[in-house]
């Protein structure tokens, strides 16, 4: 059995072949804010989910010409590949690229294991920019909400409807017994809990030692024998603040081949605030 | 507020320095977080060398009080603390280095963002009031011993 779409994860060393590839934009995402400034991959762009693809004002993400802006001051048209990398088993490198797809920029990739693969190999960073000529990226049509994005609203329905709706947060999270991440502070939820009907299938699981992708064979046992999930169900996969879940919806979409995955982003912090949200603990 | 006279003073730089420069002050300071780790062989008057749930990995503070009022501290970091942790241990260090801990109970934490700049203390970088936390915590402990040592000599 192999991933379904396997040229979209690509290995370390294919990285280093190829980061010189101008049909290749190295974009590196990172939870720790100030890492990419501490060293990086030769060549990448840094790109920040918060000031780089956020909306500064109102929780959502950037509009589609801030898009078109984003991606030509990185130098990236939409031709060019995006090869996405980073912290904490590619959580944000996930994140980036499932963003990139809202915009309909389709040719991206993950380098399997992120930032810390890449540091455990010995391979080198630099601490070098790279500039890049600004491009003509021509402003997208519109943000593809209804395809791979999924809101309080849509969960709702879900949930009422028993729809296949994944939590892959940690155990002691869904169960409501903590309100915080494992080792992390407190981030303003002010109920625990999951989402009525919800599975839990925590991000990790997908994920080996070094933080590489399990292979489909264990991938599938986990997602379909585990939790019967089929590649055509409609599935809502959901975390916190929508990183994790982006990882999972990763997994499912491009290495599972699901085809009706969407990333839930307002997730927890929204719902575990929601007023009258219906909560199940356990 | 005016702060610690060291800690003033580089809460001034960070203040008058533009974005870009801040970022790289804070990772100057991040990289010399190592030249405040605990020294082989030395003795410390109180360690607090632990991995709490809300931090990503082990955090040691190593606390020596000079004089009864002098406090001086060394910390230990794991790796997958956050740059920008590491640089505010650094700034720690040295803008309360001789404070008491009375003193350093005292100061607020409203100078984070100051040093960092608004725009970095977010979600998922809150760990950088996490070390004056802990530094508190240990003087608490000094303060609390000073204390029953205090009260149980003048009772006898």
Redesign the interface.
């Known amino acids: 059995m192999n991933y379904s779409y396997p040229d979209i994860l690509v290995e370390t060393q294919w990285v280093e072949e190829n980061k010189n590839n101008d049909q290749i934009r190295i974009v590196e995402s990172n939870?720790?804010?100030?890492?990419y400034?501490?060293g990086h991959l030769e060549g990448a762009v840094h790109i920040d989910w918060?000031?780089d693809l956020q909306d500064q004002v109102q929780r959502d993400y950037i509009d589609v010409s801030g898009f078109a802006e984003l991606c030509s001051r990185n130098g990236i048209t939409p031709d060019t590949t995006c090869l996405f990398y980073g912290d904490k088993s590619n959580w944000w490198a996930a994140y980036a690229l499932w963003v990139f797809r809202l915009f309909g920029h389709d040719k991206v990739k993950l380098m399997n294991g992120g930032r810390d693969k890449w540091m455990s190999e010995g391979r080198a960073l630099t601490r070098e920019v790279p500039q890049f000529a600004k491009t003509e990226y021509p402003v997208p049509v519109s943000r593809k909400d209804d395809e791979i994005r999924a809101f309080y609203a849509d969960t709702l329905a879900h949930s009422n409807a028993r729809k296949p709706l994944i939590d892959v947060r940690s155990p002691g999270e869904y169960s409501g017994e903590v309100t915080?991440m494992?080792?992390?502070?407190?981030?303003g939820v002010l109920r625990g809990g999951h989402v009525p009907g919800a599975s839990s299938v925590p991000w990790k699981e997908a994920v080996n030692e070094d933080g590489t992708f399990k292979s489909a064979e264990e991938l599938d046992q986990i997602y379909n024998v585990g939790c019967s999930l089929k590649p055509d169900d409609d599935i809502v996969a959901y975390c916190r603040?929508g990183e994790r879940s982006s990882h999972t919806w990763f997994v499912l979409t491009y290495l599972l081949g699901y085809k009706n995955v969407r990333n839930y982003d307002g997730s927890w912090t929204e719902w575990g605030n929601m007023v009258r949200a219906p909560i199940e603990r356990s | 507020m005016s702060y610690p006279a060291r800690l003033q003073s580089i809460i001034d730089l960070f203040e008058s320095l533009p974005d870009q420069a801040k970022r790289e002050n804070l990772i100057a300071m991040a990289d010399s977080a190592k030249k405040f780790e605990p020294q082989e062989g030395q003795t410390y008057t109180l360690e607090d060398v632990r991995k709490d749930e809300e931090c990503t990995d082990t955090v040691g503070i190593y606390l020596t009080v000079q004089d009864q009022s002098q406090c001086n501290f060394h910390v230990s970091l794991g790796p997958q603390v956050q740059t920008l942790t590491r640089a505010m241990t650094s700034i720690l260090c040295k803008g309360l280095d001789g404070l008491s801990p009375d003193e350093i109970m005292e100061i607020p934490a409203d100078f984070v963002p100051k040093i960092v700049g608004a725009d970095l203390v977010r979600q998922r970088s809150q760990t950088t009031y996490y070390v004056l936390s802990r530094m508190k915590g240990v003087c608490k402990v000094w303060l609390n011993r000073k204390r029953a040592a205090e009260s149980e000599s003048n009772s006898s």
């Open positions: 939870e720790d804010v100030l890492l400034d501490t918060r000031a915080h494992p080792e992390y502070p407190q981030e603040i």
